[in-house]
């Protein structure tokens, strides 16, 4: 499978706990996105890297998130001192982006990671 | 801020009904405009987009959208459903800045056999 895939695709925690969340995008994609979704909810962006730079990272939720990719291949998203309201789905799509105008670049998504904080 | 709508949060058909899903955006400039669909279990698939050119875009397993630029819309149709449908549906526009997706709330579509 070339697709983009998560680890791990479950994850349950206790309140206070620091959880990592890996994503490993498919292969030539230069860019990396993080999004989450709540029940009832379309995904909502957090965060993304072109190559290995974070380019935007104004949306992710608290200081408690934070997100790396490295050498520009998988990244992880961290999630320090949990609460429950952070329970949701961890959603991690890559894109290949050619060019410095408006892209037209089509983002494809992962199986998410399903975060419980208990 | 950019936004979407989408406006039935949950449709019930029949078998080889025809299917309507409404989408509308707040923003006016460049659009990219995208459909997505979630069937139970799997992950987010691309079902069809619009950048520009043919503002009548047709995407996989029979799906196809309109554009219609003066009602900021993109209104997702097929003319005859299956079971194998069912699945949430969201319709997705990318930010001015051309990076993100904005997703609407997603429409559940029920197909009964």
């Known amino acids: 499978d070339t697709g983009v895939s998560q680890d791990p695709r479950h994850k349950i925690t206790k309140r206070g706990q620091n959880v990592t969340f890996r994503c490993d995008p498919i292969?030539?994609?230069?860019?990396l996105y993080w999004y989450r979704q709540t029940l009832g909810q379309g995904p909502e962006f957090l965060t993304y890297f072109q190559n290995e730079a974070q380019l935007e990272k104004s949306r992710l939720l608290s200081d408690r998130f934070s997100a790396e990719r490295p050498k520009g291949s998988f990244s992880t998203l961290e999630i320090q001192r949990t609460e429950q309201g952070d329970s949701a789905m961890y959603l991690c799509a890559s894109s290949l982006v050619v060019g410095s105008e408006y892209p037209t670049d089509t983002q494809y998504f992962g199986p998410g990671t399903r975060l419980t904080v208990l | 801020a950019q936004s979407v709508s989408q406006h039935n949060h949950h449709v019930i058909l029949s078998e080889a009904a025809s299917l309507e899903l409404g989408c509308n955006y707040s923003?006016?400039?460049?659009?990219?405009l995208f459909w997505y669909v979630q069937y139970p279990g799997q992950h987010l698939q691309l079902l069809l987009k619009y950048f520009s050119g043919d503002p009548l875009v047709k995407g996989i397993k029979g799906f196809e959208a309109e554009f219609i630029k003066s009602k900021f819309s993109f209104n997702l149709r097929k003319p005859s459903v299956q079971w194998s449908d069912t699945a949430e549906y969201f319709c997705a526009v990318r930010n001015q800045a051309g990076t993100a997706l904005i997703f609407g709330k997603g429409t559940t579509l029920s197909v009964s056999s």
């Open positions: 923003y006016g400039g460049t659009v990219n």
């Open positions: 292969s030539e994609h230069n860019r």
